[in-house]
């Protein structure tokens, strides 16, 4: 195992940051540091060690960041005897200044599970059987040749992930676009951050987070709109706290039909929770941006300087006064006035989103009007002023900009031919190898191809949709076709790999080398500490292996891609990124090896600290030759034509765009009265094949539930901990009910559960109740992101009759306060 040199490891600087190793499930957020705006978030350092290691004796420390969300929290992995054995936060690093979150804390553990996959296995009629690397890789090649040769390029997917290196992405790219040709590549990002981006390119006409996590410290105000912080980026809500606990706090606006951690903060901080009914949260928006402008809270300085399209959005809005949309959503006309004026009275104002408008009804449309609202009221680019378009999972940033989700390597555009022949120039291929005659395949679309047997290779990685994708009835007949040759490159045998032709074990964090970027723009190197189990090989190796048995070759006929190892692909991807706005010239493994702290993009030689927000001087990526999008309709998703758009935004401002509020297609019925919306709870990560084997977090939640209000529970006949049915005309989940203070009508299921720790064979039949949230989630999408609605469904809810006994109800994240 190659030794990389040690990182300056992060000492605890002062006395407030001595490592501290709490109960994470008992206290998620730990103690408090307060402090005002303007000031600098004191370090805290959290560590958790094995039993009976204690600090001194670890034997080297390895820097890195958090894999399990996408808050980037910087951390050294303790390291004894070649294992790992614990972790300690980094107090120098921008992100997290030495804290750590439960997952964080515990779920590294995992990877040392007895079942983790050691060996490349192959299907033998039912079984998955054994072998080596040869034989796998040598099955994969064989018909990926067959395929081209038979069908061409487009019989051939790639379904990524939000989970892999930057390094990885980026090959994934160059092999699937450039080397073979295909236009189906997607990740899993279309599933979670696919609307972050489709938001900022309606609005800035390119990807690109604009804030940072440092507007905490200057907020006065703080909007998370569908964002459940204090579970989904527990580290981010510290830093809230402890503003908060401080002499000049922030007030909060939430706005989530559940009563979150989040919501309680908002109404304790004086400011205002709102729980509209799901699916209307553009009628929401729409009304907040009318009350806004009828008091005039508008900076009109820099809405003429920096924007176009004000007087369209002001006459959209105009039809939404707060009489009305009280009504769509279920609120008080007067709740939206004190929201409208607190967002209006704000001086420095940080909106954040997240999936409660990205998997809902409208949900780029929602997206937009929260970048128009900070637009409106000039609140972008200074310190305490942003907009932070969530990412959710640890390395989405990546995929979106390495390419990996269809779109062009360094936000470049798909539909600009000079950016489509300078990424060929990167690459030395011929740009008419590279597709780019049709918008990229969004994964949606490639499932569908896959149910009608166009595409007959699929090659998974990292990501389970055999859990998490909607309507999982359907995903398994998809994926269970003998005419499909399904590819799982995983680390775990998840439900997934199991329905398999080749299944190639990985190597995972902790255990290769590459870096990842958070939803902050901040870049950290993870570098190798302990080698991995058996055979599995690091996810670039298994990618760089098969383009060489491909034997794939360039204009001059030398190898593609032309780089062989982590910090070589680095380089070429660093190279490709210059003068584009996710500018990494700067950046290298030696030069983020040295530094005590993450970086953000850009960083070159212009900016060679980074750079802590995007437009801080109103210049924005939006001329029509240097932007990555053009745009769409927000209500049709149609996309704009290039003339359209240069006729729209000839002088590279931002675009306020106002869309009409549309019913939901799946409302609540008599037959299914409820609005199912599915989410996260603290303790797991997604389909939990991490924590789910991580002890302390499995047995903080060690199943599913049901949340539902009182008031519901009562008119169902259920009291707290039944057993209960959650049906929709997709399917149902069977679960003991948690009654909590969402709004009336809401119900909430975690989507974290699926069948791999429950008894071979104990998946529902067709009809019967499942435990996967999945199994009731019908398919349908945002028709500008492409983003599948997994937060609105109309749903039944029954209890299960002859209950034996009373189970107690579920523990866990009730704890949560
Ligand atoms: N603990 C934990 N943390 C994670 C993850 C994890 O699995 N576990 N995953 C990471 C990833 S990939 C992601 S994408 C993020 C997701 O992070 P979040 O988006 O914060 O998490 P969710 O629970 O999916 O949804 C957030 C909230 O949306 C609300 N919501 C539902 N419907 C609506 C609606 O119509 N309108 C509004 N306004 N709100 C609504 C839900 O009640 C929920 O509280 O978390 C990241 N962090
Ligand atoms: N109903 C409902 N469904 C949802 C959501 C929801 O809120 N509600 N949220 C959606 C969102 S936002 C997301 S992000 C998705 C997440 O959905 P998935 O991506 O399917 O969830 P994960 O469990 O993270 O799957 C990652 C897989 O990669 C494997 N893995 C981990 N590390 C590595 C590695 O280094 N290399 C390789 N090769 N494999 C690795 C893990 O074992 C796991 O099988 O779910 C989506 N689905
Ligand atoms: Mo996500």
């Given at each position: 195992m190659s030794e990389p040199s040690p990182r300056p490891s992060s000492p605890p600087s002062s006395p407030s940051s001595t490592p501290r190793d709490r109960d994470a499930i008992a206290d998620p957020w730990g103690a408090r540091c307060p402090y005002a705006a303007g000031e600098t978030w004191p370090a805290r350092v959290d560590v958790h060690l094995a039993d009976g290691v204690r600090e001194e004796d670890v034997e080297r420390w390895v820097p890195t960041a958090s894999l399990l969300h996408s808050n980037g929290d910087a951390m050294d992995i303790a390291v004894c005897d070649g294992r790992v054995v614990g972790v300690r936060g980094r107090a120098d690093d921008r992100v997290n200044r030495g804290r750590l979150g439960p997952k964080d804390l515990y779920a590294w553990q995992a990877n040392a599970s007895a079942d983790r996959?050691?060996?490349?296995?192959?299907?033998?009629?039912?079984?998955?059987?054994?072998?080596?690397?040869?034989?796998?890789?040598?099955?994969?090649?064989?018909?990926?040749?067959?395929?081209?040769?038979?069908?061409?390029?487009s019989a051939i997917g790639f379904y990524t992930s939000g989970q892999l290196f930057a390094?990885?992405?980026?090959?994934?790219?160059?092999?699937?676009?450039?080397?073979?040709?295909?236009?189906?590549?997607?990740?899993?990002?279309?599933?979670?951050?696919?609307?972050?981006?489709?938001?900022?390119?309606?609005?800035?006409?390119?990807?690109?987070?604009?804030?940072s996590y440092g507007d905490v410290d200057h907020a006065d105000v703080i909007a998370l709109f569908g964002h459940n912080a204090a579970e989904t980026q527990p580290v981010l809500w510290m830093r809230i706290l402890d503003r908060l606990a401080g002499p000049t706090p922030p007030r909060l606006l939430c706005v989530d039909p559940r009563r979150t951690a989040v919501a309680r903060a908002a109404v304790e901080s004086g400011g205002v929770h709102l729980a509209p009914l799901p699916g209307t949260n553009l009628a929401l928006m729409n009304g907040l941006l009318h009350q806004v402008i009828a008091d005039d809270r508008i900076d009109h300085g820099y809405v003429d300087a920096h924007t176009v399209g004000f007087d369209e959005l002001a006459a959209g809005v105009a039809e939404y006064p707060p009489g009305r949309v009280a009504d769509i959503c279920g609120l008080d006309a007067e709740e939206i006035r004190a929201a409208a004026r607190l967002l209006g009275s704000a001086e420095r104002l940080l909106s954040t989103v997240l999936q409660g408008f990205y998997q809902s009804h409208q949900a780029t449309a929602a997206a937009v009007q929260v970048n128009n609202l900070n637009l409106v009221r000039g609140m972008l680019g200074r310190p305490g002023c942003g907009i932070l378009q969530m990412n959710g999972q640890p390395t989405a940033e990546n995929t979106r900009e390495c390419g990996a989700d269809g779109d062009m390597a360094g936000f470049r555009n798909w539909n600009n031919d000079a950016h489509v022949a300078e990424l060929a120039r990167h690459w030395n291929l011929d740009p008419l190898q590279i597709p780019h005659m049709a918008p990229p395949t969004h994964a949606m679309q490639m499932f569908r191809y896959v149910e009608q047997g166009t595409i007959r290779m699929l090659w998974v990685s990292a990501t389970n949709p055999a859990v998490s994708m909607p309507d999982l009835a359907r995903i398994r007949r998809i994926l269970g076709q003998e005419r499909l040759f399904l590819v799982v490159q995983d680390i775990f045998p998840s439900e997934t790999a199991r329905l398999a032709d080749v299944v190639l074990p990985a190597a995972t964090w902790a255990e290769k080398t590459g870096c990842f970027t958070n939803a902050d723009r901040t870049v950290h190197l993870s570098d190798k500490a302990v080698d991995p189990p058996g055979d599995a090989r690091a996810d670039l190796d298994i990618l760089l292996d098969f383009a060489r048995r491909m034997d794939f070759r360039d204009a001059d006929g030398r190898p593609f891609p032309a780089w062989h190892d982590a910090e070589s692909a680095f380089d070429a991807w660093a190279a490709s990124t210059a003068g584009r706005p996710c500018d990494y010239t700067g950046l290298s493994h030696a030069t983020l090896r040295a530094r005590a702290s993450g970086v953000q993009w850009p960083c070159n030689d212009a900016h060679p600290d980074g750079t802590e927000r995007l437009y801080a001087d109103g210049r924005f990526w939006s001329a029509p030759d240097e932007c990555e999008s053009y745009g769409r309709d927000l209500v049709t998703g149609a996309p704009l034509e290039e003339t359209e758009y240069r006729a729209l935004n000839p002088d590279a401002k931002a675009v306020l765009k106002a869309a009409e509020f549309l019913p939901p297609r799946t409302a609540p019925d008599d037959e299914y009265p409820f609005a199912l919306v599915t989410g996260r709870t603290i303790h797991h990560f997604h389909t939990r094949t991490k924590t789910g084997r991580t002890p302390e977090l499995r047995d903080a939640a060690p199943e599913p539930w049901i949340e539902c209000s009182a008031t519901d529970a009562r008119r169902c006949g259920l009291g707290d901990g039944d057993l209960a049915d959650v049906r929709t005309a997709q399917g149902a989940v069977r679960a003991r009910v948690r009654i909590t203070e969402t709004r009336d009508g809401v119900l909430f299921v975690p989507f974290h559960y699926g069948y791999w720790d429950t008894p071979a064979g104990d998946r529902p039949g067709d009809g019967e109740p499942g435990r996967a949230a999945n199994e009731t989630v019908p398919t349908d999408w945002d028709p500008v992101s492409k983003q599948p609605l997994f937060k609105i469904a109309a749903a039944a809810l029954q209890r299960v009759p002859d209950q034996s006994g009373t189970a107690a109800p579920t523990a866990g994240s009730e704890g949560v306060r």
């Amino acid at each position: 195992m190659s030794e990389p040199s040690p990182r300056p490891s992060s000492p605890p600087s002062s006395p407030s940051s001595t490592p501290r190793d709490r109960d994470a499930i008992a206290d998620p957020w730990g103690a408090r540091c307060p402090y005002a705006a303007g000031e600098t978030w004191p370090a805290r350092v959290d560590v958790h060690l094995a039993d009976g290691v204690r600090e001194e004796d670890v034997e080297r420390w390895v820097p890195t960041a958090s894999l399990l969300h996408s808050n980037g929290d910087a951390m050294d992995i303790a390291v004894c005897d070649g294992r790992v054995v614990g972790v300690r936060g980094r107090a120098d690093d921008r992100v997290n200044r030495g804290r750590l979150g439960p997952k964080d804390l515990y779920a590294w553990q995992a990877n040392a599970s007895a079942d983790r996959l050691t060996r490349p296995l192959v299907r033998d009629g039912d079984r998955l059987v054994e072998t080596d690397w040869n034989t796998a890789m040598g099955r994969v090649v064989d018909r990926t040749r067959t395929l081209l040769r038979e069908q061409g390029p487009s019989a051939i997917g790639f379904y990524t992930s939000g989970q892999l290196f930057a390094e990885e992405y980026y090959s994934l790219a160059a092999i699937a676009h450039g080397a073979i040709g295909t236009n189906h590549v997607d990740g899993n990002t279309r599933l979670c951050t696919a609307t972050a981006a489709a938001a900022l390119k309606e609005t800035f006409a390119c990807d690109g987070q604009p804030g940072s996590y440092g507007d905490v410290d200057h907020a006065d105000v703080i909007a998370l709109f569908g964002h459940n912080a204090a579970e989904t980026q527990p580290v981010l809500w510290m830093r809230i706290l402890d503003r908060l606990a401080g002499p000049t706090p922030p007030r909060l606006l939430c706005v989530d039909p559940r009563r979150t951690a989040v919501a309680r903060a908002a109404v304790e901080s004086g400011g205002v929770h709102l729980a509209p009914l799901p699916g209307t949260n553009l009628a929401l928006m729409n009304g907040l941006l009318h009350q806004v402008i009828a008091d005039d809270r508008i900076d009109h300085g820099y809405v003429d300087a920096h924007t176009v399209g004000f007087d369209e959005l002001a006459a959209g809005v105009a039809e939404y006064p707060p009489g009305r949309v009280a009504d769509i959503c279920g609120l008080d006309a007067e709740e939206i006035r004190a929201a409208a004026r607190l967002l209006g009275s704000a001086e420095r104002l940080l909106s954040t989103v997240l999936q409660g408008f990205y998997q809902s009804h409208q949900a780029t449309a929602a997206a937009v009007q929260v970048n128009n609202l900070n637009l409106v009221r000039g609140m972008l680019g200074r310190p305490g002023c942003g907009i932070l378009q969530m990412n959710g999972q640890p390395t989405a940033e990546n995929t979106r900009e390495c390419g990996a989700d269809g779109d062009m390597a360094g936000f470049r555009n798909w539909n600009n031919d000079a950016h489509v022949a300078e990424l060929a120039r990167h690459w030395n291929l011929d740009p008419l190898q590279i597709p780019h005659m049709a918008p990229p395949t969004h994964a949606m679309q490639m499932f569908r191809y896959v149910e009608q047997g166009t595409i007959r290779m699929l090659w998974v990685s990292a990501t389970n949709p055999a859990v998490s994708m909607p309507d999982l009835a359907r995903i398994r007949r998809i994926l269970g076709q003998e005419r499909l040759f399904l590819v799982v490159q995983d680390i775990f045998p998840s439900e997934t790999a199991r329905l398999a032709d080749v299944v190639l074990p990985a190597a995972t964090w902790a255990e290769k080398t590459g870096c990842f970027t958070n939803a902050d723009r901040t870049v950290h190197l993870s570098d190798k500490a302990v080698d991995p189990p058996g055979d599995a090989r690091a996810d670039l190796d298994i990618l760089l292996d098969f383009a060489r048995r491909m034997d794939f070759r360039d204009a001059d006929g030398r190898p593609f891609p032309a780089w062989h190892d982590a910090e070589s692909a680095f380089d070429a991807w660093a190279a490709s990124t210059a003068g584009r706005p996710c500018d990494y010239t700067g950046l290298s493994h030696a030069t983020l090896r040295a530094r005590a702290s993450g970086v953000q993009w850009p960083c070159n030689d212009a900016h060679p600290d980074g750079t802590e927000r995007l437009y801080a001087d109103g210049r924005f990526w939006s001329a029509p030759d240097e932007c990555e999008s053009y745009g769409r309709d927000l209500v049709t998703g149609a996309p704009l034509e290039e003339t359209e758009y240069r006729a729209l935004n000839p002088d590279a401002k931002a675009v306020l765009k106002a869309a009409e509020f549309l019913p939901p297609r799946t409302a609540p019925d008599d037959e299914y009265p409820f609005a199912l919306v599915t989410g996260r709870t603290i303790h797991h990560f997604h389909t939990r094949t991490k924590t789910g084997r991580t002890p302390e977090l499995r047995d903080a939640a060690p199943e599913p539930w049901i949340e539902c209000s009182a008031t519901d529970a009562r008119r169902c006949g259920l009291g707290d901990g039944d057993l209960a049915d959650v049906r929709t005309a997709q399917g149902a989940v069977r679960a003991r009910v948690r009654i909590t203070e969402t709004r009336d009508g809401v119900l909430f299921v975690p989507f974290h559960y699926g069948y791999w720790d429950t008894p071979a064979g104990d998946r529902p039949g067709d009809g019967e109740p499942g435990r996967a949230a999945n199994e009731t989630v019908p398919t349908d999408w945002d028709p500008v992101s492409k983003q599948p609605l997994f937060k609105i469904a109309a749903a039944a809810l029954q209890r299960v009759p002859d209950q034996s006994g009373t189970a107690a109800p579920t523990a866990g994240s009730e704890g949560v306060r």
